[in-house]
């Protein structure tokens, strides 16, 4: 990394006041502030490149979180910084309604091909809350135009996560995150996570995932007729803890939400975009229903590069993509639906059909930008052979916690390896949250050398490595070495 990096001069205030001035004047996201004053140091950074964030005093933190799941080719990819740059001399922003311009253009079209087959639709937002609050919106809307508007209703799973907004908290099932507001939120119908970690001693995930499935077909034979779609985070509940299920859960709901005239949303704001070792998580779950399958009969889903031809994979009627979807750089975010729901709102403009909704940054042509250079580096090469390569390093690195006395689980998809901590793991008895042994491994990876640290920004009892794909083999071990001394001390009393 280059000292260039690390400002120097009189700008160059030290990291302690811009901490005092952040706690002064800034509130922060999902956090306790007072935590700042005591639990947790607010660490200004004041530079990034690659894996690297970089602090005032030039102490250097792994990004082993991605920056929140969003940075997938590491910080200031030469790329994206270019295509930027460009566009910033060329077209800042224009207002998307009565307009539309070439980034914007050539970025829905590349998201369709890429998408599962039958999403050839885009709809930009410039969040991930915000995509759901789209899709939850165009889904109940489209059953009004069909003339059944009952069906407003939302299926979601146990332990969700689709952002904050009042739309998408309410079809959350974090109590964490979403308590404090019940009252002023929609009721969705609550169906039990297939979370693999809650399967019997002996189930396979597969198994327990199926035995799971009972629920969702239950709920669905109950209320199809006043629900519009079921929601879910395909393979991964993320911010539930990187619970993770089997993906013949999509397979089966993919053919049971056709069956029962219900849409299905899958939110891949997070695992979106390679994270899960396929370009979309849904690419994880075989089509299992004759009467879906496209034109030329179903495939057996491969791995492959980007300009694979759309393989039999589930698709669903709705896809939410953000996070990752500009490397890291600008807030965006896209719905991907299908024709059909398209033409439902396709009509007179005195049928009242239209979808009226906005944001005024919507298909921001910086934002649209970076995505297109996501895109070219993704399509530069296999990132998912290699990642498969990396995905396996940091399972070596984090394996031996298997036999730890205080690890009930280490368990992957992907990109994503989660460690789940347990008092007792035997009885999968947690630690109580009160204890913050999750925060006590984020406090040691920070201070883990004179020079560098790790950022483990924990879940609760779950430690997870998510960084980006460019980390090198040599980082991922030292990303597993930290994270093992952390859980050790952080466990030891
Ligand atoms: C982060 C996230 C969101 C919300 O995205 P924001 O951009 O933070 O609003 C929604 N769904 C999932 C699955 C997420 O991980």
């Known amino acids: 990394m280059s000292d260039a990096l690390i ?100 970025l829905a079209e590349q998201l369709c091909t890429l998408a599962p087959a ?29 003339g059944q508007a009952n069906k ?59 035995q799971m499935f009972r629920h969702m077909e239950a709920a669905l034979a109950r209320h199809a007729h006043e629900t519009a779609a079921v929601i879910l985070e395909p393979l991964v509940q993320c911010a ?22 219900v849409h299905l949303i899958a939110d891949e704001i997070a695992v979106g975009f390679g994270r899960t070792g396929r370009m979309f998580a849904c690419e994880w779950a075989e089509i299992r229903s004759p009467e879906i399958k496209p034109r030329g009969g179903a495939q057996r889903p491969r791995e492959a590069a980007i300009e694979t031809p759309k393989r039999a ?14 490397g890291g750089t600008l807030p965006l975010a896209a719905v991907l639906t299908t024709d059909n729901i398209y033409q439902a709102f396709y009509d007179d403009y005195a049928s009242g059909k239209a979808f009226l909704h906005s944001h005024s940054y919507t298909a921001n042509p910086l934002a649209c930008a970076a995505a297109l250079a996501t895109l070219e580096i993704f399509a ?20 031996d916690l298997l036999s730890h006395p205080h690890v009930a689980e280490v368990r992957q998809q992907g990109m994503i390896l989660a460690i789940e901590l347990a008092k007792n793991p035997n009885k999968r008895e947690p630690y109580p949250a009160a204890e913050r042994r999750g925060l006590r491994v984020y406090r040691h990876a920070l201070n883990a050398y004179a020079d560098w640290g790790v950022v483990l920004r924990p879940l609760g009892n779950v430690i997870y490595f998510m960084p980006p794909y460019t980390i090198t083999p040599e980082q991922i071990g030292q990303m597993c070495r930290v994270a093992i001394e952390g859980i050790n001390q952080a466990t030891r009393d």
């Open 313 to 326: 994979c589930v698709s669903p009627d709705f896809m939410c993509l953000s996070k990752g979807i500009t």
């Open 7 to 106: 400002p120097s001069g009189p700008s160059n205030s030290s990291a302690n006041d811009w901490a005092a001035r952040s706690r002064a004047h800034v509130w922060h996201p999902c956090t306790q502030m007072q935590d700042h004053e005591r639990e947790i140091p607010l660490l200004p950074i004041a530079a990034a490149e690659g894996v690297w964030l970089v602090g005032h005093d030039g102490r250097r933190y792994l990004d082993a979180v991605s920056s929140w799941w969003t940075n997938i080719f590491g910080h200031r990819h030469p790329r994206i910084v270019a295509r930027l740059k460009a566009q910033l001399d060329t077209l800042d922003h224009v207002i998307f309604a009565g307009f539309t311009h070439e980034p914007a253009v050539k």
């Open 152 to 210: 407003s209703k939302f299926i979601a799973l146990s332990n969700g996560y689709h952002g904050e907004t009042l739309g998408a908290l309410a079809v959350g099932g974090t109590g964490m995150y979403r308590d404090a507001y019940a009252p002023l939120l929609m009721q969705p119908i609550y169906v039990p996570s297939p979370d693999c970690f809650e399967r019997a001693p002996g189930a396979s995930w597969e198994d327990h995932t199926r």
């Open 380 to 399: 530069e090469q296999n990132w998912h052979a290699q990642n498969r390569g990396l995905g396996h390093l940091m399972w070596m690195g984090a394996s």
């Open 240 to 261: 539930g803890g990187m619970r993770m299920y089997h993906p013949v859960y999509l397979s089966l709901l993919r053919e049971a939400c056709t069956r029962h005239g």
């Open 118 to 146: 039958g999403l050839s639709r885009c709809f930009f937002a410039d969040n991930g809350s915000a995509a759901v609050e789209v899709a939850l919106k165009m889904s109940a809307h489209y059953w009004r135009n069909l």
